[in-house]
């Protein structure tokens, strides 16, 4: 069992910029993908970035694309978010995920992840 603890979130101005932070404990992650998605109030959860833990492969959705940047360091176990240029409909709580690779589907999808962490909330104020 993995399990995911994010931080980093917080209140930023549009334009800021935020990093968040997960960290993964409880097992190897050879062979497993690590995402990004965002839940609004009264909104399904979206996808936001992924990557696979050996960091060969990174995955964005459209309305982050050039904004966001996912990274990982193996060493710590720990993948992160930068988030520049944030705008007000960025707003959300955002959860750090992961699951082998193998059950991932391209681009991933929120129902393909068995471990999550608790969510950490980003607000950007206009």
């Known amino acids: 069992q993995v399990q995911l603890v994010e931080s980093g979130g917080g209140s930023v101005q549009a334009g800021g910029s935020l990093r968040l932070s997960c960290t993964a404990s409880?097992?190897?992650?050879?062979?497993?993908?690590m995402g990004w998605f965002r839940q609004a109030p009264g909104k399904e959860r979206e996808f936001v970035a992924a990557?696979?833990?050996?960091?060969?492969?990174?995955y964005y959705s459209d309305s982050v694309k050039d904004r966001f940047t996912m990274s990982r360091d193996n060493a710590k176990y720990t993948v992160y978010l930068q988030m520049n240029s944030l705008k007000p409909e960025d707003t959300a709580v955002y959860y750090c995920?992961?699951?082998?690779?193998?059950?991932?589907?391209?681009?991933?999808?929120?129902?393909?992840?068995?471990?999550w962490g608790q969510g950490t909330q980003v607000t950007v104020s206009s």
């Open positions: 990557i696979t833990w050996g960091g060969l492969s990174t």
């Open positions: 409880g097992r190897t992650l050879g062979g497993y993908i």
């Open positions: 995920a992961t699951e082998d690779g193998l059950r991932v589907m391209r681009p991933p999808r929120a129902v393909d992840f068995g471990s």
